[in-house]
T-cell receptor, first 114, second 109 residues
């Protein structure tokens, strides 16, 4: 693994189903993030984790949950998917959550909820 | 409130120079990033400004004026591969990034 990987690459999901998007990084970064990107809107932060064992809510956390059991993994779960969660999801990581926190992004997961 | 404004789309000619502007209003400020995002791909880091002034890195330069809440990204000697979206992001008081919607740059031969 080099950098950040995400799985799946894309997914079509029926409304009401549960879905977990996976994210793994091998850079030993402390901070990790989940964003969604929708046409015409900037990247919006869903949840973040400043260090393993801690998580926080971002701008649009409703309907999503995360966990950070270890440094490398940061899965995002949609408990009961709704069509408005159709989006491209990016996972990112940075060395720290401080003022200079250049973020490195995974390739993204394109999710369609029908 | 917190707000970042960028033009939605710009067009420029191969070999020319283009300036992409970004204005921001945030409750705190700890730095400004520019990222490049090609269609269907992830954003990648271009530059970071925390002090006023111009930071030059090859064909790309980024300028910041903290007093005016203003930044620009300057791209010189444009190449077709520079066709992409350019995202401005500001680190707010809680150190989370606040993102603009991005500027789609179209390069014509």
């Amino acid at each position: 693994i080099a950098g950040i990987t995400q799985a799946p690459t894309s997914q079509i999901l029926a409304a009401g189903r549960r879905m977990t998007l996976r994210c793994t990084q091998d850079m030993r970064h402390n901070a990790m993030y989940w964003y969604r990107q929708d046409l015409g809107l900037g990247l919006r932060l869903i949840h973040y984790s400043n260090t393993a064992g801690t998580t926080g809510k971002g701008e649009v956390p409703d309907g999503y949950s995360v966990s950070r059991a270890n440094t490398d993994d940061f899965p995002l779960t949609l408990a009961s998917a709704v069509p408005s969660q159709t989006s491209v999801y990016f996972c990112a990581s940075s060395d720290s959550a401080g003022d200079y926190n250049e973020q490195f992004f995974g390739p993204g997961t394109r999710l369609t909820v029908l | 409130g917190q707000n970042i404004d960028q033009p939605t789309e710009m067009t420029a000619t191969e070999g020319a120079i283009v300036q992409i502007n970004c204005t921001y209003q945030t409750s705190g400020f700890n730095g400004l990033f520019w990222y490049q995002q090609h269609a269907g791909e992830a954003p990648t880091f271009l530059s970071y400004n925390v002090l006023d002034g111009l930071e030059e890195k090859g064909r790309f330069s980024s300028f910041l004026s903290r007093s005016k809440g203003y930044s620009y990204l300057l791209l010189k000697e444009l190449q077709m591969k520079d066709s992409a979206s350019y995202l401005c992001a500001v680190t707010g008081s809680n150190y989370q990034l606040i993102w603009g919607a991005g500027t789609k740059l179209i390069i014509k031969p």
